[in-house]
């Protein structure tokens, strides 16, 4: 059993930072994950962080701009997010999955915190 709780969402405006935080408890898994869903949309993966070699991995709409880490004595992983831009406004989740399949699948994760708004204002 993973327990996940998200914290450090809030309102910014558009080019400013937020870091996200995913505290961890129990259990550890493979990967961590951060996927964001807006109102009217599927959700999708941002970015995801594999435990065993630190491999990361990153949604084209992010990459250059997000950056996921490991805490691994405070199993917590974290999403600092700069240069953020009124599409990022999201419901931010993260989650713990497997190995196997593809990062970004969220049917690739057993576990779910219940997620941390992002406004991001033009």
């Known amino acids: 059993q993973v327990h996940l709780r998200e914290s450090g969402g809030g309102s910014v405006q558009a080019g400013g930072s937020l870091r996200l935080s995913c505290q961890a408890s129990?259990?550890?898994?493979?990967?961590m994950g951060w996927f964001r869903q807006a109102p009217g949309k599927e959700r999708e993966g941002v970015a995801c962080?594999?435990?065993?070699?630190?491999?990361?991995y990153y949604a084209d709409s992010v990459t250059g701009r997000f950056t996921i880490s490991r805490d691994n004595a405070k199993n917590a992983v974290y999403l600092q997010m700069n240069s953020l831009k009124p599409e990022d406004t999201a419901m931010y989740y993260c989650?713990?999955?497997?190995?196997?399949?593809?990062?970004?699948?969220?049917?690739?994760?057993?576990?779910w915190g219940q997620g941390t708004q992002v406004t991001v204002s033009s």
């Open positions: 129990g259990n550890t898994y493979d990967k």
């Open positions: 962080f594999y435990l065993d070699d630190s491999t990361t």
């Open positions: 989650a713990a999955g497997t190995l196997w399949g593809k990062w970004s699948n969220t049917n690739m994760y057993k576990y």
